[in-house]
C-alpha cells in the first residue's frame, strides 16, 4: 500500500525566509511518482511538479527546489526568500500504477504554509 | 489552456432539493474526477471517468450521482444530501486515466447543507 505523510501540519515564517516542507512516502513499487500540489485559499489545487522514481536529479524552478532522495523516501520542496502569495497548503502525492494499480495519486495530509509580511 | 471551470462556486441547499455541479475542461483530457474535500484534509476521491465511463466509484453514497454527457463535461447530482456532506467538491482532470499524469483541478463548489 502507499503512503504520504507530511508531519508538518503547520508552517509560519515571515517574508523573505526560505522554508523547507517535507514529504515522506512509503511504495512498494520500484516505478513510482511524486507530486506537489498548492492550494491557495481560493480552494484550486495548482500542480507544481511530477518526479518519476528514476529521475532523482533535484529541480529548481524560480524560487521553488525539490530535494528527491530515494535512500530516505523523501522529496522535499523548498521554496526561497518567501512571500506572502506563497501562503497556501501544499499536498504531495504519490501514483503508482506499473504493478497494475490505477495511477489514483494518494495525497499527504498537507502541509499550512503561512508568510507573514 | 489548462482550466477546469465548475460552477457554481457556492450552493446552499435543503436535505429535501436536489441540485447538480457542473465541470468543464477544453484539454482534451480522457479522465476525469469528482473530489471531496472537508476542511484541513486532502481531497478524497470519489469517481473516476475514464473515455466517458465511469471506472472507479469510492463506495460514494448513491445521494451523489455522477454524470458524463461528452468528453468535456463531468455533472455531480445532489439529491437528499446530509449535514456531513458539506465540503468543497472539486473537479479535476488527466490527460488519461492509465498513467502517471498530472490532475489539473478547478476551483470547486463549496457546498452547504442545511
Known sequence: AQKVTQAQTEISVVEKEDVTLDCVYETRDTTYYLFWYKQPPSGELVFLIRRNSFDEQNEISGRYSWNFQKSTSSFNFTITASQVVDSAVYFCALSEGASGGSYIPTFGRGTSLIVHP | ?114
Open chain 2, 1 to 114: 489552456d489548462t482550466e477546469v471551470t465548475q460552477t457554481p462556486k457556492h450552493l446552499v441547499m435543503g436535505m429535501t432539493n436536489k441540485k447538480s455541479l457542473k465541470c468543464e475542461q477544453h484539454m482534451g483530457h480522457r479522465a476525469m474526477y469528482w473530489y471531496k474535500q472537508k476542511a484541513k484534509k486532502p481531497p478524497e476521491l470519489m469517481f473516476v471517468y475514464s473515455y466517458e465511463k465511469l471506472s472507479i466509484n469510492e463506495s460514494v453514497p448513491s445521494r451523489f450521482s455522477p454524470e458524463c454527457p461528452n468528453s468535456s463535461l463531468l455533472n455531480l447530482h445532489l439529491h437528499a444530501l446530509q449535514p456531513e456532506d458539506s465540503a468543497l467538491y472539486l473537479c479535476a482532470s488527466s490527460q488519461a486515466p492509465s498513467g502517471p499524469y498530472e490532475q489539473y483541478f478547478g476551483p470547486g463548489t463549496r457546498l452547504t447543507v442545511t
